[in-house]
């Protein structure tokens, strides 16, 4: 080896050093050595080599972390965190290497190993702020909430104005529920940074929970100042629009969403559920399943598709996707409790039951499951507190609930009606008044209230002392029915030489209609298990059809629609209506209530009230005849009551429809007789 190749080789070693290559240059100053052992320059360069290795074991170089940088920034996480593992077992002093493996880890949703990486970061340099705020980051992702609070308090402490980590903690706060100081430390990330968009995105979604809606809407706009063309902010101005009934401006604004963010699910689910409630129902469907195409694990547009099905009558489908929403998510409350009200409608009674049961176990607060079990189970003769295991949790989080729900008071008033229980139906029936007082029934809709307000009046008119009433010592004769086997409940009556006690039980909202066909439906199930419950031959007094001859219901509205005549209607429901209990007579003997002589309605006109009374003239006259057919007895309610205009003479009705204990001397004479 020559001067001149001599000075060629130390000049390339020295280049690789330059370059970073180092050892690649110690190799070559060795190579020269063992030539030349004592050449001076190449010793001294091979010191300096060796020091640089040594220094370099806690100092990336620059250009491997520009490429660790660079795959960040292409999203490609995983190449660098392979790359980082690799890194720092080089480097396993330098601080940036192990800061960019924890941000490649929290990327990758690996937090655990995000906080491994982190923590030896912070170690190596204890006062870098956004060390401990993405250390807080990987902590928080593991529910893991007091140290990370820790961690972004002490990024905070080393940087006072670091914005990034009380906007952390605020989430956090609004994790917890705790709105109010979450607010406040959003109000501060905003004095920091005035347009950051999530910071007043986050307090409209705060307010939005709080049932502050038009505060929320507010701050919603400020943030489209920011971000107009950001898909989250329409979607959330969509639901607010949507709370508010405004149901043209939600469209218009899921549908900004989605213009923006094709993708967005939750907007294609939450537009679905807008047609759904317009009643477009092909149209909700596909917003459901586009929903369900871009995300497939989606529980919640499973949910309303089963809901639409079910609105259509289709519920055998509709049972499917709640099930298919179920094993998506095995403790979703409303998955359950749309499940239990489709096999409910089914007439499915134990599988309805054991489903609300499940909503309210896996969501303890959830007081609509918990009233529509409530709402069964005073059909079924069952105590509810027969149904729950952690009774004193649930009762803890739902008693504050029940306090200031108008349907649940009037169901629990019922109940104890239906239990012979004055002091408790008043209990429940003066808690009902105070809420309809201080306008806690204004939020309801339209059939919830009318359902409450009737009830409520009906039975504050029966609790009213009247002779020969609450004789809890007789035999009992069973009376089942829609509302009107409220009527003479728990009243003694005579039938021949023997005293009764009318005891009722009660199918809310059953239509003689409800027992025609083949198919088994919640009516036909209900009256199955109550008529199976009672002792054999058993006196039982049935009351349905009063529903059906309504102006607003029943057989007038079917013959519009469907352009039969209101007698051909009639005789085929009475038929059908008969014929069912003919073949669950089992070993009781029946009587059925025909229905009393309508009230002239004031609110509608001459014309449609003359309309309803030949309905119901039409309907106990086919009543009678069927009866005779399959030698069943009649209580004729109708001939006492009526006037010669075929209108309620007044004399027995207590309210709109119903009557009270006055008639039961005219009943009891029929059936002496």
Not at 21 to 31: G, I, S
Not at 141 to 155: H, T, W
Not at 404 to 416: D, R, V
Not at 491 to 508: D, E, T, V
Request: hydrophobic share 35%; proline share 3%.
């Amino acid at each position: 080896m020559g001067n001149l190749n001599l000075d060629l080789i130390l000049s390339q070693a020295k280049s690789f050093h330059k370059k970073g290559m180092t050892e690649d240059a110690v190799n070559l100053y060795n190579k020269i050595l063992n030539v030349f052992p004592n050449n001076h320059r190449a010793k001294t360069e091979l010191e300096i080599a060796n020091n640089s290795i040594e220094k370099h074991k806690s100092t990336i170089p620059p250009y491997l972390l520009n490429q660790l940088i660079e795959m960040y920034n292409q999203g490609k996480l995983k190449e660098m965190s392979d790359k980082a593992e690799i890194l720092v077992k080089e480097f396993s002093l330098d601080f940036s290497i192990w800061n960019m493996l924890g941000a490649a880890n929290l990327g990758l949703k690996e937090f655990k190993k995000a906080e491994i990486a982190f923590t030896t970061a912070i170690d190596l340099k204890p006062k870098e702020h956004f060390a401990h705020n993405n250390l807080g980051i990987s902590l928080k992702n593991q529910d893991r909430i007091e140290p990370a609070l820790e961690s972004f308090n002490k990024a905070i402490y080393y940087k006072p104005d670091f914005f990034e980590a009380y906007f952390n903690i605020a989430t956090l706060l609004q994790k917890q529920k705790k709105y109010e100081e979450a607010i406040k430390l959003y109000k501060k990330v905003i004095l920091y940074k005035p347009d950051l968009f999530d910071a007043y995105n986050n307090i409209g979604n705060i307010l939005f929970d709080q049932g502050k809606l038009q505060q929320a809407l507010d701050i919603y706009k400020k943030a489209i100042s920011f971000k107009p063309n950001n898909s989250e902010i329409h979607y959330n101005i969509g639901n607010i629009y949507r709370s508010q009934n405004k149901l043209n401006d939600a469209i218009k604004s899921y549908n900004k969403s989605i213009l923006i963010n094709p993708n967005n699910f939750k907007a294609h689910n939450n537009l679905g559920i807008i047609l759904q409630d317009l009643s477009k129902f092909e149209s909700a469907f596909k917003s459901f399943k586009t929903a369900i195409l871009i995300n497939p694990d989606y529980a919640e547009a499973f949910n309303n598709i089963s809901l639409t099905l079910r609105d259509q009558n289709k519920l055998g489908e509709s049972i499917k996707n709640s099930q298919q929403a179920i094993a998506l998510n095995p403790k979703y409350s409303n998955a359950y409790n749309n499940l239990a009200a489709t096999y409910q409608k089914e007439g499915k009674l134990l599988k309805a039951i054991e489903n609300f049961n499940k909503a309210v176990l896996y969501k303890s607060d959830y007081a609509d499951a918990f009233i529509n079990l409530n709402h069964l189970l005073v059909q079924c003769w069952v105590d509810i507190n027969n149904y729950f295991e952690n009774k004193k949790t649930i009762k803890e989080k739902l008693i504050p609930l029940l306090k200031t729900n108008p349907k649940y008071q009037i169901i629990k008033a019922i109940s104890f009606f239906l239990k012979n229980d004055v002091i408790g139906t008043k209990k429940h029936l003066e808690h009902y008044f105070k809420l309809v007082d201080t306008g806690l029934t204004k939020d309801m809709n339209e059939l919830e209230k009318k359902f409450c307000n009737t009830y409520a009046l009906f039975l504050k008119k029966l609790i009213l002392p009247i002779n020969n009433y609450f004789n809890q010592n007789q035999d009992k004769i069973y009376h089942l029915g829609e509302s009107h086997c409220l009527s003479f409940a728990h009243n003694n009556i005579n039938i021949g030489q023997k005293k009764f006690s009318i005891s009722p039980k009660i199918i809310f909202g059953g239509k003689a209609f409800h027992f025609c066909g083949d198919k088994l439906n919640i009516y036909k199930a209900l009256a199955k298990y109550n008529i199976d419950l009672m002792p054999e031959n058993s006196n039982i007094f049935i009351s349905f059809g009063e529903i059906d001859c309504r102006h607003d219901q029943g057989f007038i509205l079917a013959s519009e629609k469907t352009e039969k005549t209101t007698k051909h209607i009639i005789e085929k429901t009475v038929e059908g209506y008969i014929s069912w209990f003919k073949n669950n007579e089992k070993k009781h003997i029946f009587y059925f209530f025909n229905i009393p002589a309508p009230i002239y309605n004031f609110d509608i006109n001459k014309s449609l009230n003359n309309k309803v009374a030949d309905v119901v003239y039409t309907f106990n006259k086919h009543l009678e005849k069927i009866l005779k057919k399959y030698s069943f007895k009649m209580i004729d309610v109708y001939t006492s009551t009526k006037n010669k205009e075929k209108f309620s003479n007044n004399s027995f009705h207590c309210d709109f429809c119903h009557l009270d204990n006055r008639i039961i001397k005219i009943i009891e004479e029929q059936l002496s007789s």
